[in-house]
């Protein structure tokens, strides 16, 4: 942990201290991962209100829809250990007999479709109720689709039920077994708990009001039955935070970075390109930041979990009231660590290379078709497209490497076609002077003077030449000569002088 965050955190506590008493919620619990590991994790009020019993980082607390990335992250172990494939259907994995739905082309949609919520099946099981809770054992015969598959996006509780069945099948073991076994004892996470039986004496009362503003009541503790891969878990704020030090991490033995990134990465784009849901996994644009988590909903206790990869930077929160508000707590963290943490990140690159000024230059590419500007911005040794509309939107930042003028090619942040990540290398002549350079197998070539261009100066004054215009001289009148037929046949310039005396 830096100074600045550390020196961050004690207003993160004043400012939820003051907030959960302001809201009267019962109490919430939060930790704040930075890099690989938690870097401050507290719990606020009570996790027992009658007896004011204190909440503790120890303390479990229903996790709700948060389960759904730890049924997403099996499926991917599945995938990764090659007993399915995302784009396998359902029917592939569970069977008719396990499942007796009336139309048995509901099996027909995909891993991917129930990882997405992008099935179109409905959202909650029959005999699922929130307020009285009522969870099934088994499937009923009576689910439905909503939608055609892949036509709309539309969240489903079925959808992750399904999956905890394709897990079964694939593995062959319960899904909560297989949760335990393969993610929560290699992580770590020994206070989690897949379905944590209903008498559990660590496990947080969680409250609900039944009526906005009155006071809180104990909620009923649901067994979620068949539901529970969509959101039966719980967990302490402490394991929350290992595992959001493992999503933020580069992958391990749980799971391949690659997955892991792919877990992450947008499968569903909203229309309007703010939202986005992953592999299990919500993805959103917040403040010009792409933060993924997910949050979480049960009976009596709300979770939200969410995290900034660009910055390795993430917050997890619990609380045990179904309206205790966990994203204000968790935004507000966000909100105050972020621009922290991303000003460490600017002073830590690279230092600027003294020599950089060498580099700079127009290059044109050898076939003569492209010219490129190596220039310094923001203090960094930049290459830009001169001819772009918009050329510091899509330049690319050169970071230098310990190799003698060898540069890796890094985005800006904004679209742009160049090889980024590649190598990037200034040839230079006998004399140590840049020649060019090579990036991708093309090789441009220095270009000092790059334009003609006409200077236009004030014209020089020349002699003056001119024609020197005396006055005609004046013809004294004499009269009028007149001759036959009356005609005067004076000049035409006599005439005029005459008229003029």
């Known amino acids: 942990m830096t100074n600045a965050v550390a020196q961050a955190l004690p207003l993160l506590d004043a400012w939820t201290a003051h907030s959960l008493m302001q809201q009267r919620v019962p109490s919430v619990a939060l930790t704040v991962v930075h890099g690989d590991q938690p870097v401050w994790t507290k719990a606020f009020g009570y996790a027992e209100m009658s007896a004011k019993t204190a909440a503790a980082p120890q303390t479990l607390y229903r996790i709700g829809s948060v389960t759904k990335t730890f049924t997403a992250l099996a499926i991917l172990q599945l995938r990764e250990g090659g007993k399915l494939r995302l784009d396998d259907r359902v029917r592939d994995h569970v069977t008719t007999t396990a499942i007796h739905a009336r139309d048995s082309g509901l099996l027909d949609v995909t891993i991917r479709e129930l990882l997405t919520h992008s099935s179109g099946l409905q959202r909650d099981l029959p005999g699922t109720w929130w307020t009285q809770p009522s969870f099934p054992a088994e499937f009923p015969d009576d689910f439905s689709a909503t939608y055609p598959s892949s036509t709309e996006w539309k969240y489903s509780n079925v959808g992750y039920a399904l999956l905890g069945e394709v897990i079964a099948a694939a593995s062959g073991e319960p899904w909560a077994r297989y949760v335990e076994r393969r993610i929560l004892g290699p992580l770590g996470m020994a206070n989690t708990q897949a379905t944590p039986p209903l008498d559990e004496a660590r496990l947080a009362t969680g409250y609900s009001r039944p009526t906005p503003g009155e006071p809180y009541v104990p909620a009923a503790r649901a067994d979620h039955g068949v539901v529970n891969p969509a959101g039966g878990m719980a967990s302490t704020i402490e394991d929350m935070g290992r595992y959001l030090a493992f999503h933020m991490g580069s992958g391990n033995s749980v799971l391949g970075g690659k997955s892991l990134r792919e877990m992450h990465r947008p499968q569903w784009l909203f229309d309007d390109w703010q939202m986005a849901w992953g592999l299990g996994m919500r993805v959103r644009r917040v403040d010009g930041r792409v933060r993924v988590g997910h949050p979480g909903t049960t009976p009596g206790f709300a979770a939200v979990m969410e995290f ?160 020197e215009r005396r006055k005609q001289p004046q013809v004294r009148y004499i009269g009028v000569e007149r001759r036959a037929g009356g005609e005067d046949r004076r000049s035409q310039y006599q005439r005029a002088a005459a008229l003029k005396v």
């Open 308 to 467: 900034i990869p660009a910055l390795k930077l993430g917050v997890a929160v619990l609380t045990n009231a179904d309206d205790g508000n966990p994203a204000s707590y968790c935004d507000y963290a966000l909100q105050l660590l972020t621009p922290i943490v991303a000003k460490e990140m600017a002073r830590a690159a690279p230092a600027f290379a003294e020599d950089a000024e060498r580099y700079c230059g127009h290059y044109r590419s050898e076939n003569g078709n492209l010219t490129m500007l190596v220039t310094v911005l923001d203090d960094q040794l930049t290459l830009v497209a001169p001819g772009a509309p918009n050329p510091y939107a899509a330049r690319a930042i050169l970071e230098r490497t310990p190799e003698l003028h060898t540069f890796t090619m890094r985005p800006s942040g904004a679209f742009g076609t160049h090889p980024v990540g590649e190598r990037f290398t200034f040839n230079t002549g006998a004399g140590g002077e840049v020649t060019g350079y090579s990036v991708s197998g093309a090789r441009f070539v220095r270009k000092p003077t790059l334009y003609i261009s006409v200077e236009r100066r004030g014209q020089p004054q020349t002699p003056d030449i001119s024609v």
